[in-house]
Nanobody, 125 residues
Framework: QVLLVEAGGGLVQAGGSLTLSCAAS????????MNWFRQAPGKEREFVAAISWGSNAMTLYADSVKGRFTISRVNSKNTVYLQMNSLKFEDTADYYCAADRRLSLSQSYNDMNYWGKGTLVTVSS
């Protein structure tokens, strides 16, 4: 059984930082692209960041977080991270980890194979 478990969410002031983690089990982690999505109340789930499998991992970011968020992975720990800096009120959302086995990175939630249950990030203004 594949499990993706997010951690690290919480309450932070605008301008602050937070690091999310996602621990994976039940899959060969190093062969999956790993992704972060988020969903704010009343809005659709949206792509945040992705990192490819392989030794020379490629990354992809939504325009709204580019330059502020950094995705990384440690295959030996089966864990993907999302470092979030300069947080804004509009970053408030449930953040979800997802895994896929596509040959290229995707921003579509329809392309994801597995999902975590999410962790809530609240940014106070």
């Amino acid at each position: 059984q594949v499990l993706l478990v997010e951690a690290g969410g919480g309450l932070v002031q605008a301008g602050g930082s937070l690091t999310l983690s996602c621990a994976a089990s039940g899959l060969t982690f190093s062969t999956y692209n790993m992704n972060w999505f988020r969903q704010a109340p009343g809005k659709e789930r949206e792509f945040v960041a992705a990192i490819s499998w392989g030794s020379n991992a490629m990354t992809l970011y939504a325009d709204s977080v580019k330059g502020r968020f950094t995705i990384s992975r440690v295959n030996s720990k089966n864990t993907v991270y999302l470092q979030m800096n300069s947080l804004k009120f509009e970053d408030t959302a449930d953040y979800y980890c997802a895994a896929d086995r596509r040959l290229s990175l995707s921003q579509s939630y329809n392309d994801m194979n597995y999902w975590g249950k999410g962790t809530l990030v609240t940014v106070s203004s």
